[in-house]
């Protein structure tokens, strides 16, 4: 069964930047398109951004464009989500999500979970 796995959550400063990551042992992400979601603290789950199998990206919150970069790492197979310029506002549970494509209505696997605070 797919299972992923986060990692790189933590506190930062406003301006700041902080590195997810995003894997599933046993399994090739390059079979999945791969999701970024977040969840901010009384709010519903949102999408960020996605790359497909085609390493295309799209993005689903324009607040984070310039400042959020998703990325796969194919020989490492690993998916990462590459945050600067860090705002209070980005405080939320950041998951990632393995779907067929990119914003499928219900992608195959969640991660558990990752948590970004920006506080001063």
């Avoid at 301006?15 to 995003?22: A, K």
């Avoid at 998951?95 to 219900?106: F, H, L, R």
């Amino acid at each position: 069964q797919l299972q992923l796995v986060e990692s790189g959550g933590g506190l930062v400063q406003p301006g700041g930047s902080l590195r997810l990551s995003c894997t599933a042992p046993g399994f090739n992400l390059d079979s999945y398109a791969m999701s970024w979601f977040r969840q901010a603290p009384g709010k519903k789950l949102t999408g960020i951004t996605c790359i497909n199998m085609r390493d295309e990206i799209t993005f689903h919150d324009d607040s984070v464009k310039g400042r959020f970069t998703i990325t796969r790492d194919s020989a490492k197979n690993m998916v990462y989500l590459q945050m600067n310029s860090l705002k209070p506002e980005d405080t939320a549970v950041y998951y990632c999500a393995a779907e067929s494509s990119c914003w499928a209505d219900q992608p195959d696997a969640w991660g558990q979970g990752a948590d970004v605070t920006v506080s001063s």
